[in-house]
């Protein structure tokens, strides 16, 4: 330990460092015990200043949301810690989950009525998304065929949903917050009617969550996410 | 601390350590005791750093599924709980400050020197262990202002050195050097008193 890196410890605990150097100093840190060694005594020592920080009630919303994100698999699970910034980008193809955390860590605005947003260039074609499950399961996991002309989104499959809920279909447009596409139907049919202006692009995800009858209560996903999929043209 | 705080302050940290062993293996109850516990003080801290609710929000939300996460590398004979908890939320806080996102942020406006200093702590609300609070107060009072206030406001704002010196007014280098020296004093100071 040079008095150098003891500097520099002291400035990473005490959040002196910009980004690369924090990023470099933490590098050093999972690797070089001794380093290790003196961070967790400048964290020791600097911990009483966690006393002036006052305690401000977080709005009661974030609990729920919280709670309905342990219940996903991939983001629940005892799995190595990834940070939802660098999964804001590789969302694609086997990333499915890692996605999905990312939306879900992504601002959501609870009371959000679901407005059609601008439309972005209108949608002509067939699209297809091949969702998959969030958990293991033994069942393939529907394709979601998407309709443009008819307003239609149809499933191949059903989903299995407790009696009690509603299995609820959503678009989540690349970077945006989801929009809820409506209800699956419950029984046999498996197609959700969707308005012009609510059509899912190219290119978003479709993503189906189990809510309370009736659908969820917040205009946004509440529940497990049970499957997920990339939209694309057919 | 009076007895009886001594004494409250004691079952807190028992209950939550409890509450944090129990979500380790899964417990949901449990963990939304921790949740019910912590997080007024973890909210308040991502508040303070982000200086905006909605980030805060996120960030909190963050924190506590990393909670939920690493629950079982919680290891009480090394940190408060507390402590644990509220490092890795002001970690995640300033990971957030030092994104884009943050950095295009512009928080809590520059103000006077002392505009960032000290809510007082409610005596009940002091959490960790206050001997280790008076000898950092101590050794901090043995520094000069400037970088006595430099490094308190650097901790609980979230400022990097570009921060601080800005606000300071005062060229990055010499506030740079002016830190690094106090922070030597600092760490003797700290083990002198050990």
């Known amino acids: 330990m040079t008095p150098d890196d ?39 020592r600097f911990a009483p200043l966690f006393d002036q920080y006052r305690e401000v009630a977080p709005p009661p919303y974030l609990a729920a949301r919280i709670e309905a994100m342990l219940a996903l698999p991939h983001v629940a699970g005892r799995t190595p810690r990834v940070h939802w910034r660098s999964l804001a980008i590789g969302a694609t193809g086997g990333a499915l ?46 394709v979601a065929i998407v309709e443009p002309a008819l307003g239609s989104v149809r499933l191949t499959r059903g989903v299995d949903t407790p009696a009690d809920r509603d299995g609820q279909l959503w678009r989540i447009p690349a970077g945006g917050t989801p929009v809820s596409l409506g209800l699956l139907p419950r029984g046999g049919a498996r197609e959700v009617r969707v308005a012009l202006a609510n059509l899912p692009a190219t290119g978003s995800t479709l993503a189906i969550s189990i809510e309370p009858r009736g659908g969820s209560p ?3 996903p509440t529940g497990p996410v049970v499957a997920a999929g990339t939209l694309e043209r057919l | ?95 957030w400050r030092r994104s884009p996102r943050g950095r295009a942020f512009i928080p809590v406006p520059a103000g006077g020197p002392d505009e960032t200093v000290d809510d007082a702590p409610r005596a009940d609300q002091a959490l960790v262990a206050t001997e280790d609070g008076q000898r950092l107060d101590h050794c901090l ?15 609980l704002d979230g400022l990097t050195y570009a921060d601080v010196a800005g606000r300071a007014g005062v060229p990055l280098p010499t506030m740079k050097s002016i830190i690094r020296r106090a922070l030597l004093r600092l760490r003797e100071c700290l083990n002198d008193d050990a």
């Open chain 2, 141 to 155: 009072d043995e520094l000069d202002e400037r970088p006595r206030h430099a490094i308190r406001s650097a901790f």
């Open chain 1, 97 to 142: 989950a890692a996605s999905f955390a990312a939306w879900l860590l992504t601002p959501v605005v609870v009371t959000a009525p679901a407005p059609p947003v601008t439309t972005p260039a209108r949608p002509a074609g067939l699209m297809v998304a091949q969702l998959a499950w969030t958990d293991k399961a033994k069942v393939p996991a529907p």
């Open chain 2, 1 to 95: 601390m009076t007895g009886n705080d001594t004494q409250a302050a004691e079952t807190r940290r028992a209950t939550l350590v409890t509450a944090l062993a129990m979500s380790a293996t899964g417990d949901r109850q449990a963990f939304s005791r921790v949740y019910d516990m912590t997080a007024a003080k973890l909210f308040g801290i991502c508040l303070r750093i982000c200086g905006e609710r909605q980030a805060a929000e996120d960030v909190l939300q963050e924190v506590y599924l990393i909670v939920w996460r690493r629950a079982a590398g919680y290891r009480p004979e090394r940190s408060h709980p507390v402590t644990w908890l509220a490092t890795i939320a002001r970690n995640r806080a300033l990971d």
């Open chain 1, 218 to 220: 917040t205009g946004q």
């Open chain 1, 6 to 44: 003891r500097l520099l410890a002291a400035e990473l605990v005490i959040g002196l460092l910009a980004a690369e150097e924090a990023a470099a100093a933490e590098a050093r840190r999972a690797q070089d015990a001794d380093f290790a060694a003196e961070v967790a005594w400048w964290e020791t």
